[in-house]
């Protein structure tokens, strides 16, 4: 059967790495080690065949039935449409910053604007909790980030993810969501606009997991290692001490990459993550050009006059939250119950609401500006 899939040379690597992707246990590491071992992941798979005894201990472990089902999947979904994209290391369109990262994984899954995975970025990332503050900063120094020629890359989560990719798309830049499932989905479901909205801007979504994995707590640390491979530096705008931010340094300094972080409060929570990387040496910045200057680039003044093109970036979910705000104000409560929504994606909605000027807190809620 696994002839009758590889059927070609030409497509033999490309397909075997596929498979290998798939197989439970074996990862990136093991993956290279294979390929050192036999040459190539197709000579592995015909010395698989000819003699699966033959197979060394600790990958007899993980061995289990080649997923050929699940290989014709990802196939199948790579053939649906043009921007949809598999590679593996062997493909010179393999971002090089990202293939000279220790554990490159062997596949990827890209939706989008494979060209984007080669451009310089910054990744820009933080708590799912943001306050205000944190996600007004994620979106405006995304902006300039965007206006000094870098794509911003993050993870798509609530929060300071979301408003870094809101703070680029604002400024009709490129940005690139790193997701730690299959890219036949999209995680949280209210982020189903932001990823349209992403990839109309020609921006992309990219993962190692194959078509049809779900989001689990256990992938989400292989999801920021990507992110980190890919730029060439990682701005952490707000983090708790145990944050999925902080793993996403960890891995930029391993790789070399330069670490900044936005210093807050001693007092919030929010800021001790962002404190301890200042205290291991990641550099403290106030403002973008504190990034830039670092990166070799002068950062340009924002204009910060685009209301006039505001409504039309916002995705339908905002503009429905817009749309039920009224001058009285409006309980979070009321809106969840009103729109049908989850409570934390309205509170995410909100904040980009209130970054971009069209709506504000006040005592029992929130209402629309006047001026919009």
């Not at 997991?209 to 292989?222: A, T």
């Not at 944050?243 to 930029?252: E, H, M, V, W, Y």
């Not at 050009?289 to 003044?301: D, F, Q, R």
Request: proline share 5%; hydrophobic share 45%; net charge neutral.
């Amino acid at each position: 059967m696994l002839e009758r899939v590889v059927s070609t040379q030409s497509n033999a690597e490309k397909q075997a790495a596929i498979l290998l992707n798939r197989q439970r246990g074996v990862g990136p590491h093991r993956i290279s080690a294979i390929k050192a071992s036999f040459g190539s992941l197709y000579a592995f798979w015909q010395s698989v065949k000819a003699n699966p005894e033959s197979l060394p201990p600790l990958l007899k472990t993980h061995w289990h039935n080649p997923d050929v089902t699940g290989l014709k999947t990802d196939l199948a979904w790579e053939a649906q449409h043009p921007d949809h994209h598999i590679i593996t290391l062997d493909d010179s369109r393999y971002p090089l910053l990202l293939k000279q990262s220790p554990g490159a994984p062997a596949v990827l899954f890209v939706k989008g604007n494979l060209d984007a995975l080669s451009s310089k970025q910054i990744a820009v990332v933080g708590s799912r909790r943001a306050t205000l503050a944190g996600a007004r900063d994620a979106f405006h120094f995304s902006e300039a980030f965007v206006k000094a020629g870098f794509c911003v890359t993050s993870g798509l989560a609530l929060g300071v993810d979301a408003a870094a990719h809101r703070g680029a798309l604002h400024a009709n830049g490129e940005t690139i969501a790193v997701l730690a499932h299959g890219l036949d989905q999209v995680f949280p479901l209210s982020h189903g606009d932001l990823a349209k909205a992403i990839l109309a801007q020609n921006g992309a979504l990219v993962s190692e997991f194959p078509i049809g994995v779900k989001p689990s707590p256990q992938y989400f640390p292989r999801r920021n290692r990507i992110i980190s491979g890919l730029a060439g530096a990682v701005l952490v705008v707000e983090a708790a001490k145990r944050s999925g931010s902080l793993i996403t340094a960890r891995f930029a300094a391993e790789f070399g990459r330069e670490v900044f972080a936005i210093p807050g409060s001693i007092h919030h929570t929010q800021s001790s993550g962002c404190h301890h990387l200042i205290r291991q040496g990641a550099t403290l910045v106030e403002e973008p050009a504190h990034v830039l200057e670092a990166m070799g680039i002068w950062a340009e003044p924002l204009n910060t006059k685009q209301k006039e093109k505001t409504h039309l970036q916002l995705d339908k979910a905002s503009m429905q939250l817009l749309q039920a705000l009224g001058g009285a104000p409006t309980s979070v409560d009321s809106l969840v119950e009103n729109l049908n929504r989850p409570a934390e994606a309205i509170a995410s909605d909100l904040i980009n609401l209130e970054i971009l000027g069209l709506v504000r807190q006040v005592p029992g809620g929130y209402q629309k500006q006047e001026e919009v």
